[in-house]
């Protein structure tokens, strides 16, 4: 909880960082480059295994780091900390499941709030609707929601086109928003790029995940 309130400050504050979030799907691929992620919706590669492992061990200051938990992926975890995937003296490490599991409601609410008056960009797939979101978007940077991926490098000149200083970038995108998050926080460090996945699959898509409903089963660590 800690971890969610000071991403949720740094918001408040205008404060610019980043969140790339590395849970079963991301480092599915990391470690096998034709794993299929994000419910089906990425097949993995070469070059999106080779760009997922560089986002992996990249590290910037405000560059916060998501891995799967340890008790509900014992084996990719441990795998994660053998890889050295995993520094433990990194100070921005964090949970995969930040911003959702028992923290969803506290994100989605207090990041509403933190981001009034601010300027939005929203990066997705292009089935995403964000008329019920109260949020000042400037811009909904859309891409396919099947293999994202082959539009990246397109994607990244339409993010880096779209930044001004403290702009704050949401992303869900599957495995590609931890790509491009970590190439714009190098580029454009004035600015803050949040992989907020489904977080608002409710307003955005109309439907619900099993954090929403409550049912992600109870774990010590992440739930």
């Known amino acids: 909880m800690d971890k969610v309130n000071k991403i949720l400050q740094f918001v408040k504050n205008g404060t610019p960082q980043a969140l790339a979030r590395f849970n079963d799907g991301e480092m599915g691929i990391v470690f096998n480059k034709d794993f299929v992620a994000a419910r089906g919706h990425q097949k993995g590669s070469l070059e999106l295994q080779t760009a997922l492992i560089d986002a992996v061990v990249?590290?910037?200051k405000r560059y916060w780091k998501g891995y799967p938990c340890p008790l509900c992926y014992p084996k990719l975890h441990a795998k994660c900390v053998d890889a050295k995937y995993i520094n433990?003296?990194?100070k921005w490490n964090t949970s995969a499941v930040v911003n959702t599991n028992r923290n969803l409601q506290v994100f989605s609410e207090g990041l509403i709030e933190s981001l009034m008056g601010k300027q939005v960009v929203w990066v997705s797939g292009d089935n995403q609707k964000l008329d019920k979101l109260n949020l000042n978007i400037v811009r909904h940077i859309?891409?396919?929601i099947k293999n994202a991926w082959v539009v990246y490098y397109d994607l990244l000149s339409r993010c880096?086109?779209?930044?001004?200083?403290?702009?704050?970038?949401?992303?869900?995108l599957g495995p590609t928003s931890r790509v491009l998050i970590r190439s714009l926080f190098q580029i454009r460090p004035d600015c803050t790029y949040l992989d907020i996945g489904d977080?608002?699959?409710?307003?955005t898509q109309g439907g619900y995940r099993r954090a929403h409903l409550g049912k992600v089963p109870k774990c010590e660590v992440c739930n």
Request: cysteine-free; hydrophobic content about 30%.
């Open 88 to 90: 433990p003296n990194y």
């Open 142 to 144: 859309k891409a396919p």
């Open 58 to 60: 990249y590290e910037q």
């Open 199 to 203: 977080t608002y699959f409710p307003e």
């Open 160 to 172: 880096v086109n779209a930044t001004r200083p403290r702009r704050v970038f949401l992303f869900s």
